[in-house]
């Protein structure tokens, strides 16, 4: 089968139709560091790139530049990153030994963002993946701001007092996470003061729910921090800001989407809230050494038949052809939870004051004054999410939360092999299997070759979410890495790239199982 061809097959859709949605515009070098380009280009805007029909007649590129492995590597690994948990951290052991992420962008600039974070005012670790779409803006929004909120939620109304006062007296204040992050990781320093202030209302907020000795529950944290911060984002565009700057920037956070996965690390306790596409699976190893998946979170989209239920459940019986159409939200939305996204979730009336009121780059484009189809009983669209927990035991060696590009392009269970195969140094040989197709005698020998060549090379990579990566853009037919479809994927111009691929995001946290084992017995003890 032609490369071409290959490349062809399983070719994602767009997650949100062209029609009607705020581009995010070529932001400042820092916002979106520089990747490998393997040509230049003219400058092209989203609603080019995520047209659901294009010309293929520019395919000839995909034949005429192949990478050497140094460059491979180079592209693969251009946005790793590593740490390493220490076992004590002067409170307590911690069941996490560490975590490895990973990036690779299909956009320009990359709409994907990810997180990670330890609470240092309660117990805990954060780890988040944001898929962003109609733009980038509100998953960097989400990726400086929803952990500051979920930390706030879970501080005990005491601590809370206390950093009240801190403000009031003009203190420092005392950290509340410690991030872990990669230098590309973009932090917006004009929107720090509109976002700390939006915050600190929040939790004079949760002073006044709260009563003097009470410690929140996690579940419960997570939910209101999510809905929490999706109401600012959506106060924030209607309020607007006196700074030119921020007031586009704001609105392009509220008119852009994002959904979200975050998990909270706690000794044993593993929380996941989940709002959208994103997925988080748990890689168990079971007695023969071998590993299985454990799905953490539940994708909401049409596949989902509890989210259709609950979303033609929420709008009169008149729209119940219509609230769904095509697998989208109106007809146009892939996620049915997200962040942002106001088009789904505001008045007609609110939406057109809003803009009419924002600065020219908005209500001087016409594709924002766009409304969905049917678009009758508002809000159709939910940053709620949906919480789950799971109480970590000795075989939960290993957790994956990935943006729905890792999803679309490896199954599950083969990412918790390619994982656990990786971090174990231990092969399972399953039987070969050539998916259907016809193959020669000699075909057959060299994916042996193959096999085999890929065991002794499998500790190339010094990063388990690079290995994964690999995996996900060079897998071919067979199962195996095909470095020239590796390559050519690579290799695609910023134009096509989106067609053939998602941005990909990836974090592997990897747990301590002597530390787990006896963090479950004290607690049944």
Not at 252 to 275: E, K, M, Q, W, Y
Not at 318 to 333: H, P
Not at 404 to 410: Q, S, V, Y
Request: glycine content about 6%; hydrophobic content about 35%.
């Amino acid at each position: 089968m032609p490369v071409t061809s290959q490349l062809l097959r399983g070719l994602p859709r767009a997650k949100v139709l062209a029609s009607g949605l705020l581009p995010c515009p070529q932001p400042q070098p820092q916002l979106a560091p520089a990747v490998y380009r393997p040509a230049a280009r003219r400058p092209s805007h989203m609603w080019q790139s995520l047209q659901p029909t294009r010309s293929y007649q520019t395919t000839p590129g995909l034949h005429s530049y192949i990478l050497t492995p140094p460059q491979v590597n180079s592209i693969l690994k251009a946005n790793e990153y590593s740490f390493k948990v220490p076992e004590f951290d002067g409170k307590n052991v911690s069941s996490v030994m560490g975590f490895e992420s990973n990036q690779l962008p299909a956009n320009a600039p990359i709409e994907d963002r990810r997180s990670a974070a330890t609470c240092l005012q309660t117990r805990g670790m954060l780890f988040g993946v944001f898929d962003g779409h109609a733009g980038c803006a509100c998953a960097q929004a989400l990726s400086e701001r929803l952990f500051y909120y979920i930390a706030v939620s879970l501080l005990p109304h005491d601590t809370l007092c206390e950093l009240e006062a801190a403000v009031e007296a003009g203190r420092a204040l005392s950290p509340i996470l410690q991030w872990q992050k990669h230098p590309n990781d973009y932090f917006s320093r004009e929107a720090q003061t509109l976002y700390f202030n939006s915050l600190r209302t929040y939790w004079q907020e949760l002073i006044d729910l709260t009563s003097p000795g009470e410690v929140p529950e996690t579940r419960e944290a997570l939910l209101n921090a999510f809905k929490r911060l999706d109401n600012d984002i959506s106060l924030e565009a209607q309020v607007g800001d006196p700074n030119a700057f921020l007031h586009y920037w704001v609105l392009r956070v509220a008119f852009s989407g994002a959904t979200a996965c975050v998990a909270h690390v706690d000794g044993p306790d593993l929380f996941i809230a989940n709002a959208g596409d994103a997925r988080a699976v748990l890689g168990v190893q079971e007695e023969d050494g071998s590993f299985s998946a454990h799905t953490l979170s539940n994708d909401h989209c049409a596949q989902n038949e509890e989210e259709v239920a609950r979303i033609r459940g929420e709008h009169p019986p008149s729209e119940r052809k219509t609230v769904i159409r095509q697998d989208r939200l109106l007809g146009q939305l892939m996620p049915f939870r997200a962040f942002g996204d106001v088009k789904f979730k505001w008045s007609i009336e609110l939406q057109k004051r809003v803009l009419e009121s924002g600065p020219d780059q908005l209500h001087e484009n016409e594709q924002t004054k766009f409304i969905p189809p049917n678009y009758h009983t508002p809000p159709y669209l939910t940053a709620e999410p949906e919480i789950t927990y799971h109480r970590l035991r000795p075989q939960d060696r290993f957790m994956v939360i990935g943006s729905d590009g890792l999803w679309e392009t490896l199954h599950r269970q083969e990412v918790v092999r390619v994982v656990g195969e990786y971090l174990t140094g231990v092969h399972q040989r399953q039987p070969l299997t050539v998916g259907g197709y016809r193959v020669t005698l000699g075909q057959m020998q060299g994916l042996l070759e193959e096999r085999k060549a890929r065991v002794s090379s499998a500790f190339e990579d010094q990063n388990s979410s690079t290995h994964l990566m690999r995996h996900a853009v060079g897998n071919n037919e067979f199962g195996t890495v095909d470095h020239e479809r590796l390559s050519k994927m690579l290799s695609l111009p910023e134009e096509l790239a989106r067609m053939y691929r998602d941005d990909i995001t990836i974090i592997i946290t990897q747990f301590n199982p002597h530390v787990v084992g006896a963090q479950r017995q004290e607690g049944e003890s």
